[in-house]
């Protein structure tokens, strides 16, 4: 006996996308997360070598991350 239930299949694939998106976002986070701690430990030397500045990083890090979805 075969039975027709779109509902149910299109079910995971609902539920998975928002998933699939949030782990996505928090793993851009943890990457920019260790990007400025690795960024923060430098040298003075080497930031001023690249043109940033301890503000700048801390800046970054404090600032919610604005994303363009598209």
Do not use: C, H, Y
């Amino acid at each position: 006996m075969l039975v027709n239930l779109p509902m149910l299949v299109n079910l995971p694939l609902v539920a998975v996308g928002p998933l699939v998106d949030w782990r996505r976002r928090r793993a851009d986070q943890k990457a920019q997360l260790k990007a400025t701690d690795e960024l923060s430990e430098s040298p003075d030397d080497l930031l001023s070598d690249i043109g940033i500045s301890r503000d700048d990083i801390e800046t970054t890090r404090w600032r919610p991350s604005r994303r363009v979805v598209g």
